[in-house]
């Protein structure tokens, strides 16, 4: 899927995480295709990034897993764009393979806590919050799962179980939206320059994806077509499932993984 321009022409979206890898390629992809985009991010340095990048992002900081944030970002959104066609969410930790025989107890259950209310909760935050606006607008969801979604190895028991669970909230969404509302995923395998952070409960919050060495040569020696995919590779999937190209899909999980999923 190419980008041939001007697909999301009078479009307002609200991209829930985007300051850095998938989710700002997602939002500047989207600003070419002509839409207009609300960006809520939790990092000051990355929101004052997106506020210099010139490309007219509303901007709002604060934390997804809070009500009272996530709605005071809608409110902002709605005021600034009049409203919202297309919610994208991108917000997630990792828990770097961990295994469940490797969790201490203490660790177990405030791991659990973080990465489900990172990964499961903050999205349906999101979505709950911007409903009466995707309603109106007969809009759209898209969700970010993962490769791990689908299957054991490409992360650890708590995030393995919070991507698994993001699968469940697409099948159910889409049945109790539609037909009003579109819910579909991306769920991307291995992604080059991620700024993916480990759980803070496992004292991983400083840790990086994107900073694994020779994370590039595996990414490619574990896809059949030995492809190490980037942010901006993905991007093009999101711009798909918001335009009117993909109005007859919801429920959907789409993977761009290299191949991954098919061994």
Do not use: C, W
């Not at 992809?29 to 000051?44: L, T, Y």
């Not at 809070?66 to 902002?76: K, P, R």
């Not at 650890?156 to 697409?170: D, E, I, N």
Request: net charge negative; hydrophobic share 50%.
């Amino acid at each position: 899927m190419s980008s041939v321009g001007g697909r999301l022409e009078g479009q307002r979206a609200l991209l829930v995480g985007a300051g850095s890898g998938i989710g700002r390629a997602v939002a500047d992809a989207f600003v070419a295709e002509g839409a207009a985009v609300a960006v809520m991010e939790r990092d000051p340095a990355k929101a004052a990034a997106l506020r210099a990048a010139g490309r007219g992002f509303v901007v709002a900081e604060g934390d997804a897993t809070s009500f009272a944030d996530t709605a005071a970002t809608v409110d902002a959104t709605v005021e600034a764009l009049g409203g919202i066609d297309v919610l994208a969410t991108f917000v997630g930790v990792f828990d770097y393979y961990l295994a469940l025989g490797e969790l201490t107890d203490e660790q177990l259950d405030a791991g659990f806590d973080e990465a489900f209310r990172v990964n499961v909760k903050s999205p349906l935050i999101s979505v709950k919050a911007a409903l009466p606006h995707l309603i109106a607008a007969r809009g759209a969801v898209i969700l970010t799962a993962s490769s791990s979604s689908f299957g054991p190895g490409r992360g650890g028991v708590l995030y393995v179980g919070t991507k698994f669970a993001v699968r469940g909230l697409v099948v159910a969404l889409a049945h109790e939206l539609a037909p009003a509302v579109r819910v579909n995923a991306v769920a991307p395998g291995g992604t080059l320059g991620t700024d993916l952070r480990g759980l803070a409960a496992l004292e991983q919050a400083d840790r990086s994806l994107g900073d694994v060495p020779g994370r590039e040569a595996d990414l490619r020696a574990r896809t059949p077509l030995q492809v190490a995919l980037t942010a901006e590779d993905h991007a093009a999937t999101y711009v798909f499932l918001a335009a009117q190209d993909a109005r007859g899909m919801t429920g959907q999980l789409l993977r761009p993984d290299g191949g991954a999923s098919v061994g």
